[in-house]
């Protein structure tokens, strides 16, 4: 079964320090991508970056990098310098092939506080 | 461009009531899909288009019906509304599947 798990519903960190965000997935693909979406309280998703399965150098997108780990299904989000407006809800997210269709299924998410 | 459009952004029905939540985008993107998005839980898909007049379901479908009869609009039918259905409603499209999907603000749905 296609899945994604985020093991931490809630984080603290202090600001200006760098954070990673656990995502693990389950398919039997070979072709999938992954995408993070943060999420603050206002309630607008907001897409942040996306890793294929066959790219073969992580993912970066400013101060947002993917540490993609394909032997291992994981692919953490790296949040460095972490800045207060960073405090939001993350979501992982992976595009699967199910029914002879393609659709995306996001994870649980992780609350991420930024401490001043 | 407006984006992904979805109206109205509140409502409360009563058990039992109709009603279709309407989403509109402008980017000529193929790929359109709704969620639920229940407190403190993440997305789960309830239906998704890979264009005109291709649909299909996703995670939790019961209880909603969608059509796309043109490539700009994706309305989400509910049949006749529960409590359980009581949730926030994002609609997002994407050009494909390997790119970003752009969301809409979302609709507060309460069902009493």
């Known amino acids: 079964a296609q899945k994604i798990t985020q093991t931490q519903p809630g984080m603290f960190v202090q600001e200006k320090e760098a954070v990673t965000l656990d995502c693990t997935y389950d398919t039997s693909d070979q072709s999938y991508g992954l995408f993070w979406y943060k999420q603050p309280s206002s309630g607008e998703m907001i897409f942040l970056i996306y890793?294929?399965?066959?790219?073969?150098q992580n993912a970066t997108e400013g101060r947002y990098s993917l540490n993609f780990q394909k032997a291992r299904k994981s692919a953490n989000l790296v949040i460095s310098a972490s800045q207060l407006g960073d405090s939001a809800m993350y979501f992982c997210?992976?595009?699967?092939?199910?029914?002879?269709?393609?659709?995306?299924?996001f994870g649980s998410g992780t609350r991420l506080s930024i401490r001043p | 461009n407006a984006g992904v459009t979805q109206t109205p952004k509140f409502q409360v029905l009563k058990t039992g009531q109709s009603m279709t939540l309407q989403c509109a985008q402008d980017m000529n993107h193929e790929y359109m899909s709704w969620y639920r998005q229940d407190p403190g839980m993440g997305l789960r898909l309830i239906h998704y288009s890979v264009g005109a007049g291709i649909t299909d379901q996703g995670e939790v479908p019961n209880g909603y019906n969608v059509s796309r009869s043109t490539t700009e609009d994706f309305p989400l039918r509910l049949l006749s509304a529960a409590p359980s259905q009581t949730s926030v409603y994002f609609c997002?499209?994407?050009?494909?599947?390997?790119?970003?999907?752009?969301f809409g603000p979302g609709t507060r749905l309460t069902v009493l």
């Open positions: 890793q294929g399965s066959y790219d073969e």
């Open positions: 997210a992976m595009r699967v092939i199910w029914s002879s269709a393609s659709k995306i299924i």
């Open positions: 997002a499209s994407s050009y494909s599947l390997i790119n970003e999907q752009f």
